[in-house]
């Protein structure tokens, strides 16, 4: 356990290890669009990463966003700044666009699709249900000890029991919108048996300082991907 109060810092490096994307990374997704926003035809009914990005902001039916995004690949393009954040931070006019391009490349590393056909009303349709990702809550990634297990280690140190555990001597705060590190705190600390009845309060705090991302579900639709790019929050917004 920690000796002292420790305050541990962490941005989008901390994700990129369970294969999430860093703002640089979202911002190559952006090169990649072509320039006008045209509605891909897909056999796929319904909501699929595999659409693309220019379907699912089609898809939300907000002609604001729809209105910028010939903008915001024209801005992306000759642009200097190399991370998606720096691109909205320079050009404030399509800076809702470069949240929804940032929840959809994060959820896209967040969830595992898979096809199934069901019929409706006689008609065959292919549809992508899609589960969540568990990396982050594997003890080892790539042949190294999980960074949030090696980091509950440390914390729980002889604790004994959920009783003993410190939370206020460890506080995370994160630059990043995903939960991976309140559930990889959960998930290592409750799968011992002297702390299976731990609970929140037992737990370090987490804050998130760009805000994060609602609870997530096992199961993932294109509206809760809509819900999830309202939290997402730029220095500009204050908060």
């Known amino acids: 356990m920690f000796a002292s109060k420790t305050v541990l810092i962490v941005g989008a490096g901390a994700s990129a290890e369970f294969g999430l994307p860093t703002g640089e990374g979202i911002f190559k997704d952006a090169l990649m669009l ?5 509605r891909k035809e897909s056999p796929i009914s319904g909501f699929s990463f595999d659409n693309g990005f220019q379907n699912f902001l089609i898809g939300q039916s907000q002609n604001r966003l729809w209105n910028q995004y010939e ?4 801005r992306a393009k000759t642009s200097a700044s190399f991370s998606i954040d720096r ?3 320079l050009n404030t006019e399509i800076a809702e666009v470069c949240k929804s391009i940032s929840t959809w490349s994060i959820f896209r590393k967040l969830y595992q699709g898979q096809k199934e056909i069901k019929n409706d009303y006689g008609r065959r349709l292919t549809v992508e249900k899609y589960s969540r990702l568990t990396g982050h809550l594997n003890p080892v990634v790539d042949g190294s000890q999980n960074w949030i297990a090696a980091l509950c280690n440390k914390w729980v140190g002889d604790a004994r029991s959920s009783s003993e555990l410190k939370p206020s001597s460890l506080t995370v705060v994160t630059f990043n919108y995903d939960r991976i590190v309140e559930e990889g705190l959960d ?4 799968s011992s048996q002297l ?11 987490v804050y998130h300082v760009h805000g994060a991302f609602p609870r997530l ?8 991907l809509t819900q999830a790019q309202s939290c997402v929050k730029y220095i ?4």
């Open 34 to 38: 072509p320039p006008r926003l045209i």
């Open 71 to 74: 903008t915001f690949v024209a």
């Open 87 to 89: 691109l909205a931070w």
């Open 187 to 190: 998930h290592f600390v409750s």
């Open 195 to 205: 702390f299976s009845d731990v609970d929140e309060q037992n737990l370090p705090s």
């Open 217 to 224: 579900p096992d199961r993932l639709d294109g509206e809760f």
């Open 236 to 239: 500009e917004d204050g908060g």
